[in-house]
């Protein structure tokens, strides 16, 4: 883990809070995006794919300015902390949702599950997996935001995006999110992700169905699945595909976001034992292999061994208000290690 921020002030100043603090990381990221961008052998090869690229991130950051106005500011802000123009923070997030590949920039295509209180401590848990190229090296950061205008949380991020993968904010309410591949993504009425929709959730959302009810109505792209919890207990997610939305709702206590149908069925099993999921049984979950214990197989939990690889598991306490982080292979990772991190008792709704 890179470490913790502290985000304060208005959009532009939280987005400028974590360019400046991740600078570097952000600067190597780009580096990486541009090289595999334009990479090619043949100079009409490489001017064809930067002319692709450019249309592209023009259309993306068009949509944030539209639909994620306050997102498109704070990632200006994080622009300006990095030195470096907003068009070009936008790549990634291009490369990262809209290519159908895999690419080995993919960091968001991990597991996703939500514990209601029937099958949790007595109160409903988010948990998660990350998956990254088995060439790269885990990039994550724990943000602390306090927004002027909306209430405070506490995220998983990637230094470059101005959205989280998994928070919790103040009034109890936590969301988790995962990404599929979208070849189109920039031909949709929305060419920005949904992936954006977590971080106006934390913002603005008090419990899960005010959150349901958002992200019916916003336009969004891509290929997302979107997990939420509060502290009232109740759990529900939702699916993006494009201009259509899915409603989830748990099944025997679960409920499983986007994943291969082999993985899906793998976890299913591994919880079936389980009559009451903790974090620690839920860790225990995410370290299954698949079936012979073959951990590259599509059904495997913990995977690695092949080109994409489980580098990191995450859990969301809503009731705590508390994010865990653990970093590495879950089989091979003991859970003391984990890093736990939570909003201060003033700040919380309850």
């Known amino acids: 883990m890179i470490g913790r921020i502290e985000c304060k002030g208005a959009p532009r100043d939280l987005g400028f809070d974590q360019g400046s603090a991740l600078r570097d ?8 995006v541009e090289r595999e961008t334009v990479g090619g052998r043949f100079g009409w090869l490489r001017l064809s794919r930067r002319r692709a690229a450019r249309r592209r991130v023009a259309t993306v950051e068009r949509d944030l300015l539209r639909f994620f ?21 936008v790549g990634p997030l291009v490369r990262e949702f809209s290519d159908g590949t895999e690419t080995g ?24 997996t990350v998956d990254l190229s088995a060439k790269r090296s885990m990039l994550l950061a724990l ?33 988790a999110v995962a990404s599929g591949p979208s070849t189109d993504l920039h031909q949709q009425v929305c060419a920005a992700s949904g992936i954006h929709l977590l971080q106006d959730c934390l913002q603005s959302c008090d419990g899960v169905e005010k959150a349901i009810e958002w992200c019916s109505k916003r336009p969004a792209g891509g290929v997302v699945s979107l997990l939420f919890a509060d502290a009232s207990g109740e ?98 990772t003991d859970l003391a290690q984990k890093q736990t991190f939570g909003l201060a008792v003033s700040e919380s709704a309850g």
């Open 25 to 32: 990381s952000v600067r190597e990221e780009l580096k990486i």
């Open 69 to 89: 106005p306050q997102q498109a500011d704070r990632l200006a802000g994080m622009a300006a902390g990095v030195r470096c123009s907003r068009k070009r923070l």
């Open 105 to 128: 920039l993919r960091v968001t295509g991990g597991l996703l599950l939500a514990v209601d209180p029937k099958r949790g401590p007595g109160h409903p848990l988010l948990g998660g």
């Open 143 to 175: 943000r602390h935001s306090q927004p002027d205008h909306g209430m405070a949380s506490i995220e998983l991020v990637l230094p470059w995006m101005a959205s989280g993968l998994a928070g919790v904010n103040e009034a109890g309410f936590g969301i």
């Open 235 to 332: 759990v529900a997610g939702i699916v993006i595909k494009g201009d259509r939305r899915t409603v989830l709702r748990p099944d025997s206590g679960l409920l499983v976001g986007l994943s291969h149908p082999d993985r899906r069925r793998t976890l299913e099993i591994a919880c079936r034992d389980r009559p009451a999921l903790n974090v620690e049984q839920l860790h225990s979950v995410f370290s299954t292999h698949s079936e012979g214990g073959v951990q590259v197989r599509s059904g495997s939990v913990c995977r690695h061994g092949g080109p994409t690889e489980t580098q990191a598991s995450f859990y969301v306490d809503v009731e705590k208000r508390e994010l865990t982080l653990l970093e590495g292979r879950p089989c091979e």
